[in-house]
């Protein structure tokens, strides 16, 4: 059965929630490089101005932006080349949608209740405006798909066994 409760992951990164620290410092390191790309050893020697770190360590990060899609890699020798697969603006866009789209699918009433409070307090105007009611109208899509999904509630009707029982009567 597909299980419609789903869990908020805060520690997960990527698509749905913000980069860590070090995966963050990696990208802006390989964001900062010429067309030619970077090597992990580039990356340590700027990161270790800031503190410590081996070598071992950043490659870890690096492997797991590639994995995430972030980052894509071309072998060079013994060492990789990597390269940034997406701007920094297209990475914080792709955040911002995943972290609002699950937030809108798990707490719809909350998410539209937080945007309503900013529009109460003069937060937004003009174009800003159009792009609430925009969120509103998509918050209840999702929501009334969300609810499409979810199975009828126990005892709105015969059990699958009770059924099974009543049918065998009838035969």
Request: charged share 30%.
């Given at each position: 059965m597909n299980?419609?409760?789903?869990?908020?992951?805060?520690?997960?990164?990527?698509?749905r929630?913000?980069?860590?620290?070090?995966?963050l410092?990696v990208?802006?390191h390989?964001?900062?490089c010429?067309?030619?790309?970077c090597?992990a050893a580039?990356?340590q020697q700027?990161l270790?101005?800031v503190?410590?770190l081996?070598?071992t360590t950043i490659?870890?990060?690096?492997d797991?932006?590639?994995?995430?899609?972030i980052?894509?890699?071309e072998?060079?020798?013994?060492?990789?080349?990597?390269w940034?697969?997406v701007?920094?603006?297209?990475?914080?866009?792709r955040?911002?949608?995943?972290?609002l789209s699950?937030?809108?699918a798990?707490f719809p009433?909350a998410?539209a209740?937080?945007?309503?409070r900013?529009e109460?307090s003069?937060?937004?105007?003009?174009?800003?405006?159009?792009?609430?009611?925009d969120?509103?109208?998509?918050?209840?899509?999702?929501q009334m798909?969300?609810?499409?999904r979810?199975p009828?509630p126990?005892?709105?009707?015969?059990?699958?066994r009770?059924?099974?029982d009543?049918?065998e009567k009838?035969a």
């Amino acid at each position: 059965m597909n299980n419609p409760i789903r869990r908020a992951r805060p520690e997960k990164t990527g698509i749905r929630a913000p980069l860590g620290d070090l995966e963050l410092a990696v990208m802006q390191h390989i964001w900062a490089c010429p067309h030619d790309g970077c090597l992990a050893a580039d990356v340590q020697q700027t990161l270790e101005r800031v503190r410590p770190l081996a070598l071992t360590t950043i490659l870890t990060t690096l492997d797991r932006l590639c994995k995430k899609g972030i980052l894509r890699r071309e072998r060079e020798g013994k060492a990789y080349r990597y390269w940034a697969t997406v701007s920094e603006e297209q990475l914080q866009q792709r955040i911002v949608e995943g972290v609002l789209s699950n937030l809108i699918a798990q707490f719809p009433k909350a998410v539209a209740a937080y945007f309503a409070r900013r529009e109460d307090s003069g937060g937004a105007a003009g174009s800003d405006q159009e792009k609430l009611a925009d969120l509103s109208q998509r918050i209840e899509a999702m929501q009334m798909s969300v609810e499409a999904r979810q199975p009828a509630p126990h005892g709105s009707g015969a059990s699958g066994r009770e059924e099974g029982d009543a049918q065998e009567k009838e035969a």
